[in-house]
């Protein structure tokens, strides 16, 4: 009787620890935006790097960062970096568009040529998401079943 009463409990645990640290994550993402904006381009890439090293981060998380400090090193000139920021983010959706309301348009440019230069490797990205969307669905199918 005792393990029954433990194991929701556990379960309860993790889940929250998981939220929270979600949670942290969403603000260190704010922050490092924040930090973007605001110009400070040295600190936001600094920020990006430190909450990029977590495994438990969320997919939109990272590829939000990910885009963050493609820019932040195109503003610093370091268009190599930028370039291999934007292909991660390419990587994790290779139908990604840069905002270019929220840009300059010389990096959408950058962004746009590394989308072109590498689409054949993107090419196969969609197919394996594509698999992967469908594995899901047939996974989900048979639970229900």
């Not at 929270?20 to 920020?47: I, M, P």
Request: with cysteine; charged share 30%.
């Amino acid at each position: 009787m005792r393990q029954r009463a433990i194991c929701p409990c556990l379960i309860l645990a993790l889940w929250c620890t998981a939220a929270w640290a979600e949670a942290n994550h969403l603000r260190d993402v704010d922050v490092t935006r924040a930090l973007y904006e605001a110009g400070k381009f040295s600190e936001a890439l600094t920020k990006a790097h430190e909450i990029l090293k977590h495994e438990d981060l969320h997919e939109p998380s990272r590829i939000e960062l990910l885009r963050t400090a493609g820019l932040c090193a195109f503003h610093l000139n370091d268009l190599k970096g930028s370039e291999r920021f934007f292909l991660e983010v390419l990587k994790r959706n290779p139908d990604y568009v840069i905002d270019p309301f929220a840009a300059p348009p010389s990096a959408v440019k950058l962004f746009e040529h590394t989308r072109s230069l590498y689409a054949d490797e993107l090419n196969l990205v969609r197919q394996e998401l594509a698999l992967k969307g469908e594995q899901d669905r047939r996974m989900a199918l048979v639970r229900e079943q």
